[in-house]
């Protein structure tokens, strides 16, 4: 072969890889060019997410039309689907899809006849769910050729792929991003304490045993206690138990005195300032005798032995609960001794430590919001028919805090005393701010982000500047728009899916 045979084949082949190469690039560019549109709307009961080919008289368009029931963000998997698309002259092409051809997937196929540009109109009928979507500026071109080149938009940020049937597996939620009304408010500090009427703790008055057979009844710990119940037995020693027979022999004495002293004063035996002396010393020792008998059993008890015993009756100073029982049977007591810890939790105090450099705008609260350990839900001191008792008039020379006293009903028992707690105590300033619930808001590394729902199956993780939080929710500064939907539910598996390159297999997607 010649030199220049083989300048001639070595230059075709060059020719034909780059014939080649230029093909490849036009059948890419072409598909690219003719990429299909894809549509997410929000009504009050329904999410839209639509895709479909670019539209050309005469060709049949299958749409995927992706149907979300906003009561609880799960597939519409039942119903009639309409589809009317109308011109501006009054031209309609109408299809229908009869039910999902998947779960929440409606197929409608179309043909149409006119090119121009369509609004469309989605009545979905059905018991699960019915409601009427409209969509405007369908484009429908007389050729091919027509179809605009797609061009590359930047949109500034990364979007992250979460498909819809990823979406319907989990509990999910969004909501949209709009003003609320919010109460500033100052961090403190606080502790679940107990209302200091509603909290005993029961000593032993005297020395004894608490005996077994006396003391079957002694009320288990979280048992509900009423006041005046009797909830222990303690037999004093000899010498406790003679010296109150004194006291009741001592109170029979003056009873009897003054008895016979109102016959001798009737009789004009003795003159009144003896009855009144008969009678304030009866009152005394009676005052004196009350105060045991309440709790003393003079009755003939007797022991195992048949010898007449007196046994003191320990009883409960309020309604509540048995906190605590610090003895046991058998034991021997001594006076002042604490046996039992008994908390009526019907109503509790929030002390919050408020730093003093910020107690003046506190001066006009009446509310707090709070969390304790083991509750994600945060709890309102108005809400729970609490009110504000007091503001501290000390400050605490180690923390440079201010005590401020809520008290406040505990329903179910649900706050319990010693709880540590997250405290927010309310200022009188309020402000109309974008707001977003709390549950939307993610640390990232110290930096608080939300996932916008940008598109049906596209999420954006936006970094947020916020403000005061009150209710739940919490203001915006920067981050996200008015009217942008935040995922409040499913946060988490959007964010994994962010650190995911690749779609999930056997995501079963019907495009």
């Given at each position: 072969?010649?030199?220049?045979?083989i300048y001639l084949?070595?230059?075709?082949f060059?020719i034909?890889i780059?014939?080649?190469?230029?093909?490849?690039?036009?059948?890419?560019?072409?598909?690219?060019?003719?990429?299909?549109t894809s549509v997410t709307?929000w009504?009050?009961?329904?999410?839209l997410?639509m895709e479909?080919?670019p539209?050309?008289?005469g060709e049949?368009?299958a749409?995927?039309?992706h149907l979300?029931?906003?009561?609880?963000f799960?597939?519409v998997?039942?119903?009639?689907?309409?589809c009317?698309f109308?011109?501006?002259?009054?031209?309609q092409?109408t299809?229908?899809?009869d039910?999902?051809?998947?779960?929440?997937?409606?197929?409608?196929v179309v043909t149409?006849?006119?090119p121009?540009?369509?609004d469309?109109?989605?009545?979905?009928?059905?018991s699960?769910v019915?409601?009427v979507?409209?969509?405007?500026?369908?484009?429908v071109y007389?050729n091919?050729?027509h179809?605009?080149h797609a061009?590359e938009t930047a949109s500034g940020?990364?979007?992250?792929?979460f498909?819809?049937e990823?979406?319907?597996?989990i509990?999910?939620?969004?909501e949209?991003?709009?003003q609320?009304?919010?109460?500033a408010?100052?961090g403190?500090v606080g502790e679940?304490?107990?209302?200091?009427?509603m909290?005993?703790q029961?000593?032993a008055?005297?020395?004894?045993?608490?005996?077994a057979?006396q003391?079957?009844?002694?009320?288990n710990?979280g048992?509900?206690?009423?006041?005046?119940?009797v909830i222990?037995?303690i037999s004093?020693p000899?010498n406790t138990?003679t010296?109150?027979n004194?006291?009741r022999?001592?109170?029979?004495l003056?009873k009897?005195?003054y008895?016979r002293a109102?016959r001798?004063f009737?009789?004009?035996?003795?003159?009144q300032?003896?009855?009144?002396e008969?009678?304030l010393k009866?009152?005394?020792?009676k005052?004196g005798?009350d105060?045991?008998?309440q709790q003393?059993?003079?009755?003939?008890l007797?022991?195992d032995d048949?010898v007449s015993?007196m046994?003191f009756h320990l009883?409960s100073?309020?309604?509540?609960?048995v906190e605590?029982?610090?003895?046991h049977v058998?034991?021997t007591v001594?006076?002042?001794?604490?046996?039992?810890t008994?908390t009526?939790p019907g109503?509790?105090?929030?002390k919050?430590?408020v730093?003093?450099a910020r107690i003046?705008?506190?001066?006009?609260?009446?509310?707090a919001?709070?969390k304790?350990?083991g509750y994600?839900?945060?709890?309102?001191?108005?809400?729970?028919?609490g009110?504000?008792?007091s503001i501290?008039s000390?400050?605490d020379e180690?923390s440079?805090?201010v005590?401020?006293i809520?008290e406040?009903?505990?329903?179910?028992?649900?706050?319990k005393?010693?709880?540590?707690?997250?405290v927010r105590?309310?200022?009188?300033?309020?402000?109309e701010?974008l707001?977003?619930?709390?549950?939307?808001i993610?640390?990232?590394n110290g930096?608080?982000?939300?996932?916008?729902h940008?598109?049906?199956e596209?999420f954006?993780k936006r970094?947020?500047?916020?403000?005061i939080?009150?209710?739940?929710y919490?203001?915006?500064l920067?981050?996200?728009?008015?009217?942008?939907r935040?995922v409040?539910?499913?946060g988490?598996q959007?964010?994994?899916?962010?650190?995911?390159?690749?779609?999930?297999?056997?995501h079963g997607h019907e495009?």
């Amino acid at each position: 072969m010649s030199r220049q045979a083989i300048y001639l084949f070595v230059f075709g082949f060059l020719i034909g890889i780059a014939g080649i190469g230029c093909h490849s690039h036009d059948e890419a560019s072409q598909e690219h060019e003719h990429e299909g549109t894809s549509v997410t709307l929000w009504t009050e009961k329904t999410e839209l997410f639509m895709e479909y080919p670019p539209l050309v008289v005469g060709e049949e368009a299958a749409f995927a039309v992706h149907l979300s029931d906003l009561s609880d963000f799960k597939p519409v998997t039942q119903g009639q689907l309409t589809c009317i698309f109308t011109k501006g002259d009054g031209e309609q092409v109408t299809v229908m899809a009869d039910a999902p051809s998947h779960p929440g997937i409606f197929r409608p196929v179309v043909t149409f006849s006119e090119p121009g540009e369509y609004d469309l109109e989605l009545r979905l009928e059905g018991s699960q769910v019915s409601d009427v979507i409209r969509v405007a500026d369908v484009r429908v071109y007389d050729n091919e050729a027509h179809i605009p080149h797609a061009e590359e938009t930047a949109s500034g940020e990364e979007l992250i792929t979460f498909l819809k049937e990823q979406q319907w597996k989990i509990d999910f939620r969004t909501e949209s991003v709009k003003q609320h009304v919010l109460s500033a408010s100052v961090g403190a500090v606080g502790e679940i304490l107990p209302k200091h009427s509603m909290h005993a703790q029961v000593p032993a008055p005297v020395n004894g045993v608490i005996l077994a057979d006396q003391n079957e009844r002694i009320p288990n710990l979280g048992s509900r206690v009423s006041k005046d119940q009797v909830i222990a037995v303690i037999s004093p020693p000899a010498n406790t138990e003679t010296s109150l027979n004194a006291v009741r022999a001592e109170y029979l004495l003056a009873k009897a005195e003054y008895e016979r002293a109102q016959r001798l004063f009737e009789k004009e035996a003795v003159p009144q300032k003896r009855l009144e002396e008969a009678r304030l010393k009866y009152e005394s020792k009676k005052a004196g005798f009350d105060v045991i008998a309440q709790q003393v059993d003079f009755g003939p008890l007797a022991n195992d032995d048949g010898v007449s015993a007196m046994h003191f009756h320990l009883k409960s100073p309020i309604d509540g609960i048995v906190e605590d029982i610090h003895f046991h049977v058998g034991e021997t007591v001594a006076p002042g001794q604490q046996l039992f810890t008994i908390t009526n939790p019907g109503r509790i105090l929030l002390k919050a430590n408020v730093p003093v450099a910020r107690i003046a705008q506190i001066r006009e609260t009446g509310d707090a919001a709070f969390k304790v350990e083991g509750y994600e839900k945060e709890f309102r001191v108005g809400d729970l028919n609490g009110k504000l008792i007091s503001i501290g008039s000390l400050v605490d020379e180690k923390s440079r805090t201010v005590p401020v006293i809520f008290e406040m009903a505990n329903p179910e028992n649900v706050l319990k005393i010693g709880m540590f707690a997250e405290v927010r105590v309310k200022t009188s300033e309020t402000v109309e701010a974008l707001a977003i619930p709390n549950s939307a808001i993610f640390d990232d590394n110290g930096t608080p982000v939300a996932y916008v729902h940008v598109g049906g199956e596209s999420f954006a993780k936006r970094v947020l500047e916020t403000g005061i939080t009150d209710r739940g929710y919490m203001q915006v500064l920067s981050g996200v728009s008015a009217g942008e939907r935040v995922v409040t539910v499913g946060g988490y598996q959007v964010r994994l899916a962010s650190l995911s390159t690749s779609v999930p297999t056997g995501h079963g997607h019907e495009h």
